[in-house]
């Protein structure tokens, strides 16, 4: 079974530029979450698609940060315009049930590093 | 809301001792606990998880976690250390009210020495 795909897996760009990620889950899975894990901090959720749905998009900077999973399948994030405070690995991960599955299992991608300059 | 507190952001063990990564929630409700592991430019891997169907966890690669609710803790062990387990470790919470999002500590560093 195929893991979460990302691309790309580095950027540099400067500030006030924009980027986009993208990010292919595993096969099936309905729910897809991005994460912003900033150096030496734990990942934070920005954002969470069930199917093609936003659930939870609470700590998503909505002037700056965009995402989107148009089909249900794979996934975009976007910034514009990139801070300096922007660079950080960008994770994907899925899951194979519901939005509330409990217990349910997170599979994450190998991230994209960003570096705002 | 729920978190995690992870003791020590850097640990080193010798090759072959115990490993104890030390993890406490915060929580007004029995939560969902997990331990991640990232490897150097990988994304987390899933060691193991608490869903209240037993206290003392085992997971992959001889980790296991107790969760002690009387001291809100779920620290990781591992009896013998490796080279292989050099790496970060995420320590995660979730509540258990419908659709929570999974909040992490910010990890420790473990550095196995030879």
């Known amino acids: 079974e195929a893991g979460v795909a990302q691309s790309p897996r580095y950027k540099i760009i400067e500030k006030r530029q924009s980027v986009a990620f993208w990010c292919n889950p595993i096969?099936?899975?309905?729910?897809l979450y991005w994460y912003q894990q900033i150096l030496g901090q734990g990942p934070k959720l920005l954002i969470q698609?069930?199917?093609?749905?936003?659930?939870?998009d609470s700590q998503l900077p909505k002037d700056r940060f965009s995402a989107e999973r148009l089909k249900g399948v794979d996934s975009t994030l976007k910034i514009q315009p990139a801070k300096l405070e922007d660079s950080a690995v960008y994770l994907c991960?899925?899951?194979?049930?519901?939005?509330?599955?409990?217990?349910?299992?997170?599979?994450f991608g190998p991230g994209t590093r960003l570096l705002v300059l | 809301a729920q978190s995690v507190t992870q003791l020590g952001s850097h640990v080193s063990v010798s090759e072959g001792a115990l490993v104890l990564l030390r993890c406490n929630y915060s929580?007004?409700?029995?939560?969902?606990l997990f331990w991640y592991v990232q490897y150097p430019n990988q994304g987390l891997q899933l060691l193991l998880k608490?869903?209240?169907?037993?206290?003392l966890v085992k997971g992959i690669n001889g980790f296991e976690a107790e969760f002690k609710k009387s001291e809100t803790s779920f620290h990781l062990t591992k009896p013998s250390a490796h080279m292989s387990d050099a790496a970060e470790y995420f320590c995660?919470?979730?509540?258990?009210?419908?659709?929570?999002?999974?909040?992490f500590g910010t990890g420790t560093r473990l550095t196995i020495i030879p």
């Open positions: 096969s099936g899975h309905a729910t």
């Open positions: 608490y869903t209240s169907a037993a206290t």
């Open positions: 698609f069930q199917n093609n749905g936003v659930v939870d």
């Open positions: 929580s007004s409700v029995p939560p969902y």
């Open positions: 995660a919470v979730k509540g258990n009210f419908g659709n929570e999002k999974l909040t």
């Open positions: 991960a899925s899951s194979s049930g519901t939005s509330g599955g409990l217990q349910e299992t997170q599979y």
